[in-house]
Nanobody, 126 residues
Framework: QVQVVESGGGLVQAGGSLRLTCTAS????????AAWFRQAPGKEREVVSC????????WYHPSVEGRFSTSRDNAKNTLSLQMNNLKPEDTAMYYC???????????????????WGHGTQVTVSS
């Protein structure tokens, strides 16, 4: 049984930090790319960051580059997203997703990711 579970969301003031963690089970996590998506009310879901299977390549949405950092621990089947200098426009539901491929990048889309968590809410107040 595949499970993808996010944790770590919450309410934070602008300029603050949060760390999201995702734990996957029942799938070959270590051989798949993984990503964080987010969706704000009234907006489409967008890729925030993604990391290939061996963690050697990472990609970030331009709006978060320099503020967010993603990492993974394949021994523990976990994916993390460290979010610093948060802005009100970062407010969204954040989702962890695992790809069908071992790489990801600029061209990645939600369709490349068959495994999803239920999401964790991040709210940044001004």
């Amino acid at each position: 049984q595949v499970q993808v579970v996010e944790s770590g969301g919450g309410l934070v003031q602008a300029g603050g930090s949060l760390r999201l963690t995702c734990t996957a089970s029942g799938l070959p996590f270590g051989s798949k790319a993984a990503a964080w998506f987010r969706q704000a009310p009234g907006k489409e879901r967008e890729v925030v960051s993604c990391i290939r299977d061996n963690a050697n390549v990472k990609w970030y949405h331009p709006s978060v580059e320099g503020r967010f950092s993603t990492s993974r621990d394949n021994a523990k089947n976990t994916l993390s997203l460290q979010m610093n200098n948060l802005k009100p426009e970062d407010t969204a539901m954040y989702y962890c997703a695992v790809s069908r491929f071992f790489v990801c990048g600029t061209s990645s889309s939600a369709a490349d990711f068959p495994y999803w968590g239920h999401g964790t809410q991040v709210t940044v107040s001004s």
